[in-house]
């Protein structure tokens, strides 16, 4: 088994020649490929040099020994020891960067079919690595901890062992310290890294793959540079994957044969045969066609050319083994002895043993000859390859599977040939190169030596174009220096530089390979080191640029550092587009999630086009909201002052380096956020998927009801309303331009009147001088005249609009009568007066209606008592939902809902502005709203159940009274509102006349429904057992003492048990209710249901916390507070399915719509199960997130409880915490809150008192 073919491919020669062949092959080769043979061919010197070391490897036993196990070392790709090392003990090199150490190679053994050696194969899996722990940077400690010196082995690494090497004989040889594992230093535990542990690296898994060339063997090694562990301080070592060929049923290896065992008949032996011998690895049938007359020998092997494993230049051989199977048994008898002697040769004479006259008849036994092994040691050796066997047309796994044949010559009848062939005339043609060298002589004349002078200068002419006209810069090319860039680059302030433009590199930046850097460097050293400049006549001692190329070669060079600058490359755009952006989606996000793309810790899917698949755009979207970026910001760290001795100001600095680097991480993450919000926001795609399940859900709800759809008139509907939607969309655009212009005008006239304020007052203080201040004419006004016009004056221009100032100015000027300009002065000032001023006795009139209205339309009359429902909201409270003040307070508490705090706050005080009881407002319209939704979903419903209202009670005298104070008060459910308010309603409310009265409603005689069969009710309660609705089963017991009674049948209780304690969610996943219905409670399932904890599936557990949240006034005086309520929501599922939602919402409106299918913000999947009275729940997260995608989830730990209004229904929550699934972190514990209690999902109101212990 070889790991490498190299050498033996050179000398042409398989891995198992022989030191013979050896010697054949390379004398053969060096003749061949001797440069003075190939003088036009400017690679046979190096051919040659290779030829020459693979011989002196492959010559001795040892070295190809190593060769074989290990494959090419430095020893044997190089003529001897590296020369770099050797001058580096002598000269520095300031050029050159420290080369680090490399960490041990991994090697793996790979199995691999033979099938996938001859047809190569990709390979693609995952392997677990270790990598530098990215917390500690692989310093094993926490920051700023020191590593120790080992005490052990006194920092060295290394201790002296004692070990007996033979009888008397000791001596001490070094070993690595068991207490520092050789490192020297070690880490103190309290110092160590709580990610890594003090070992430096972590494990992570990394997806890889290679290729299985055609034509490899079995133990060649492949090498993936930089994939093996990686070690602190050194260059990650390679995977290497040593192939291991399993074996195949079929065919035999050796080297780059193959080889076959087929049986043949007696008959097919003697006379030929034509068949199809097997099946190739690449599928092709192999046909061995025979012709009559060639006899094949027992054992006997065949070769056939070129249908061996594949090689550099074309395949090796396949030996196929002939085994003749002679007949068994008493075949002869069943033969004629006399004619089979005729066909077949008959026995030699001269071998043939005269009898003695002393002979003897021995019997003879049959025995088993399984045990004699044959085997043929060198096929190579015993078979002599002939000529014809050699296929012309090679075979690749990329043609089609046709069988081939292959025919073996017809054997000669005679033993030698007896006679020559007469001799024949050929005219022979001189060709060849010797040929061709001595026509060129004699036609120019020249002799040997001046021939081959001439032919080494043209070869050297020839070889220089070549030289030049080949690209020697990798890529890198030639990038114009500008004079700008040589003349500013200054070392000192080198992060302000643009590294790769210093080495030319601008075209390719980060896409730059490590060989690239290096020879871009090589380039501008050689061009600006200042021994150069000095020899062009430039200032030797102006050396600045060299030392920003240096330093650019540090920075690049250095895969931390050129993360850090790449981090923050300003030649590529942070810029993400707007929401508002417009444009083709994929032409406009496309580029930038490419240019985001590279930041990526793992590959991340590109965008796609618009036919992708929705599984693709999901995967996308999932990918970047999981999205893991190694952009850094070192790179803007403030250097720290080395030289200062303040240990204060590093400190300082540190922590101000690294308080800025968290929040750029943090703003670049909302960035990407941002970017991926936008991008879901406005791709097309999901909103056509968005489109086609509200179009799957729609049809599912037609045809659930009965309703067929055609789908020719739905597509027509749906152009017609597409182009409704153009058309209207093109009206508001057109609209919204007008706006726009309008708006345009508007604001330019009022920027001009602004700017020409002052000019306007100026004017109309000067009018009003020139009119003597409106005096008579003749008189002198005083000076408190004088000062008062002029303090109104001021007044009526503060007061006015900007515009209103000038339209003032332009009627005074267009009027040349004094009276008229003292009257439009008048009438600017009482429009002022008009607006800012408002009478009491306009106050008491509108208290006075306000109140008769509310007096008529309060309470209902007699003939229309009938009509009144809990659903109907009160008369006065009729306008308040349309009321501007309640939808300003309805915008606020929506603003507040979603986390808006700063608008909601400034839609609070405008409320409370308009209306300082518009929370009471608010209260009231929630309420009837609340009512209106209820009486509109029993519209339908014929058994709906109608409440008493509260407003409406029963007075001493049997009258039903309107009770307005209960107008006021809101729901239990609705969420408290602000502490401040006033009075004024209340006071007007008590000088209401309380006196309404309404008659007494005739009561319908109740069904008798005990007098039902038992049959019947029992079927009724089974029902509600079916139904999951334990409420109204508790209702229906209380209807009559035969229900009642009805309701303790064994069979009802059976029914709860087997629907609700289901396993493995109720119960463990080894207990059957059955069994223990019958071992443990004797049969009685009544007990069992009420003994068993068990998780209440018919509601919804809620819980209640407040907080008071403060806000601001214009006022010092006065303080607005708001009591902010929020209701955390569990819902379990027979499934092992929960639902956890934190939200502001009321249970009124939250519980009914708390199902699988809801999808909001704060809303939360797990999965649970009860064990005894203890609840887990476990992997809460968003239920659109792949739970393999997820970092943290939440797991909750609970106690069922139970209390005097049913059993089992309160929940305490114990533990409440945040787990970290991909990284061992300590489990983050979080708020509980208040215990939660059970509400009821079939009328959303309380259960009776007496619960029966359902």
Known sequence: MVVETEFYDLLGVSSTATQSEIRKAYRKQAISCHPDKNPDDPNASDKFQKISAAYEVLSDEVTRESYDAFGRTDSASSAGPPMDDFMSSFFFDLNRPPQPSKARDQVVDFDVSLNDLYLGKSVHFAIEKDITCKLCSGSGGKKGAKPQSCGRCSGSGNVLLSRQLGPGLIAQMPSPCPDCHGEGVKIRDKSRCRKCEGSKTTKAKKKISFDIKKGMVDGQKIRLQGEGDEVPGAKPGSLIFKLRAKKHDTFRVSGYDLAITIKLTLFEALAGFDKVICNHLDGRSVKLSVPQGRVIQPAETLCLRDQGMPLSRGYGDLYVQCNVEMPSGYWMKMQDRTSLGKLLPKPDQKSEIKESENSQTANYETSSMSNIIFCIMNIHSSVSPSSSLRKTTRMSATQPITPISISLPVASTSAAPTTLSKPVQRKLVPVGGAYAAHARRQASGKTFDEDDAAVKAENERLAEEERKNQPEDDGVGEEPESKELLQTSDPKNYKALDMYAILGLSNLRYKATQDQIRLAHKKKILRHHPDKKAGRGGDANDDRFFKCVARALEILDNPERRKQFDSIDETYSDKIPDAKTKGDFFEVYGPVFDRESRFSETPVPSLGGADAPRDQVEEFYNAWYNFVSWRS?????????????????????????????????????????????????????????????????????????????????????????????????????????????????DKKAKEAARKNLSKSKKAIKQIVTDNNYFQPPGSTPSANDIELQLNELDLIANGLEPEETAELKKSLDG??????????????????????????????????????????????????????????????????????????????VEAEQVGQLGDSIDLYRRAFKLDDAVDKRYARYVSHKVAREREEANDNDDGAITHERDDIELNKDGNYVYNFAKTIQTEPDAPKQSSYRL?????????????????????????????????????????????????????????????????????????????????????????????????????????????????????????????????????????????????????????????????TDVPTSSVPALNENLRCKGLLHGRWKLRNDSILIDDLKDPDRDIRRVSYVFRMKAKLKSSVHGKHNKIELLEYVSVNREEEEVDIPLKAGRNLTILSLSHLTSAPKTLLLF
Not at 642 to 666: C, F, I, L, V
Not at 873 to 891: G, K, L, N
């Open 633 to 745: 910001f070192e790179w803007y760290d403030k250097e720290i002052n080395e030289g200062s001795e303040n240990r204060d100001d590093k400190r300082y600095t540190e922590k101000k380096n690294k308080s800025d680097r968290a929040q750029r991480k943090k703003e670049d993450n909302a960035r990407v956020r941002t970017l991926v919000d936008n991008a879901l926001a406005a791709d097309p795609r999901m909103k056509k998927f968005r489109q086609d399940d509200k179009a799957a859900r729609e049809a599912k709800k037609n045809k659930a009801k009965g309703i067929t759809t055609d789908p020719k008139k739905a597509k027509e509907d749906e152009a017609i309303k597409a182009a409704q939607e153009a058309a209207a969309k093109e009206e508001q655009v057109k609209k919204d331009a007008a706006s726009k212009a309008n708006k345009a005008t």
């Open 815 to 892: 009027t040349p009568d004094v009276a008229a300009k003292r009257e439009a002065i008048v009438s600017s000032a009482k429009k002022l007066l008009d607006v800012a001023s408002m009478s009491n006795d306009d106050l008491d009139k509108f208290r006075t209606e306000w109140k008769s209205e509310l007096s008529s339309k309060g309470g209902p009359s007699k003939s229309s008592h009938n009509d009144i429902s809990t659903h109907q909201p009160p008369a006065q409270d009729t306008h308040d939902p349309s009321d501007h003040a309640v939808r300003i307070y309805e915008q606020a």
């Open 983 to 1143: 009075d004024a309603i209340d006071k007007l409310i008590e000088s209401l006349d309380n006196t309404l009265t309404l008659a007494a409603e005739n009561e319908d005689e109740q069904c008798p429904i005990s007098a039902l069969p038992d049959e019947i009710i029992l079927h009724i309660y089974r029902n509600l057992v079916q139904r999951t609705d334990l409420q109204t089963l508790v209702r229906f017991s209380h209807t009559s003492k035969k229900l009642l009674l009805l309701s303790n049948d064994n069979i009802i209780w059976k029914d709860l048990a087997r629907t609700h304690l289901v396993a493995p969610h109720q119960l463990k996943p080894s207990v059957r209710v059955d069994e223990l219905a019958l071992v443990k409670y004797s049969g009685n399932w009544r007990k069992l249901w009420i003994d068993t904890p068990r998780v209440r599936l018919d509601g919804v557990y809620i819980s209640i916390c407040r907080y008071l949240r403060h806000g601001e006034s214009e006022s010092a005086w006065t303080t607005f507070t708001q009591l902010v309520t929020f209701y955390r929501y569990l819902r379990f599922f027979p499934d092992g399915l929960v639902i956890s939602w934190l939200s």
